[in-house]
């Protein structure tokens, strides 16, 4: 089983910045992806980023150019650097962690950003 918990939400200014954090712990020697997933008010959840141990990286259009994720293995952790943030950005960010047949999900973390 694995348990991944996110840090590092908050209130940010239009422009500003902030970096998400999830730590994956159980048996995470079986993670091969790790990527982080939004999901705004009314709104389905969406992709925001996944990184792959190999260091493959895949961004939804809205994300690119300002937003970086980045995944330590050995410390089973993603980060998401988040850039030039815009209100339309406001959402619960998920991480997600997928190994073989299995998903794992965080509980989120709240991300807000006032024009």
């Known amino acids: 089983q694995v348990q991944l918990v996110e840090s590092g939400g908050g209130l940010v200014q239009a422009g500003g910045s902030l970096r998400l954090s999830c730590a994956a712990s159980?048996?995470?020697?079986?993670?091969?992806?790790m990527g982080w997933y939004r999901q705004a008010p009314g709104n389905q959840r969406e992709l925001v980023a996944i990184?792959?141990?190999?260091?493959?990286?895949n961004y939804a259009d809205s994300v690119k150019g300002r937003f970086t994720i980045s995944m330590n293995n050995a410390k089973n952790t993603v980060y998401l650097q988040m850039n030039s943030l815009k209100p339309e950005d406001t959402a619960v960010y998920y991480c997600?962690?997928?190994?073989?047949?299995?998903?794992?999900w965080g509980k989120g973390t709240l991300v807000t950003v006032s024009s």
């Open positions: 997600n962690a997928k190994g073989g047949p299995f998903t794992w």
């Open positions: 159980g048996s995470g020697r079986g993670i091969n992806v």
């Open positions: 990184s792959t141990r190999g260091g493959s990286t």
